[in-house]
């Protein structure tokens, strides 16, 4: 008899664009006041796997507050994006993110 083989799971690809969207969705959504924990995102975007995800939607996050789009919180106040540790939160900055053109 042969013994079946387990079957890899297929890990889902998940774009550069769609973690920026996530978190630009969802800080939107916290509104001015609000911020979002970066697991948020990534539960979002995988929820069965998420802490795999998380990496990607902190380095994100980063390139997004150098930008001004967001600004990320250490203990309620902004982080300098290039030096944060630890927990942190996400909120939309002063810059609003460009609309993509539908032609």
């Given at each position: 008899m042969e013994q079946e083989q387990p079957r890899k799971k297929k890990r889902r690809r998940i774009s550069d664009e769609a973690v920026r969207d996530t978190i630009l969705q969802l800080c939107a959504a916290a509104g001015a006041t609000g911020a979002v924990d970066p697991g948020e995102v990534a539960r979002a975007l995988y929820p069965e796997a998420w802490q795999s995800l998380l990496p990607?939607?902190?380095?994100?996050a980063k390139k997004l507050a150098l930008s001004g789009y967001i600004l990320i919180l250490r203990k309620g106040k902004p982080a300098?994006?290039?030096?944060?540790?630890?927990?942190?939160?996400?909120?939309?900055?002063?810059?609003?993110?460009?609309?993509?053109?539908?032609?």
């Open positions: 990607r939607v902190r380095l994100t300098d994006p290039n030096e944060f540790k630890g927990v942190i939160k996400l909120r939309l900055g002063d810059i609003p993110f460009p609309e993509e053109e539908t032609p």
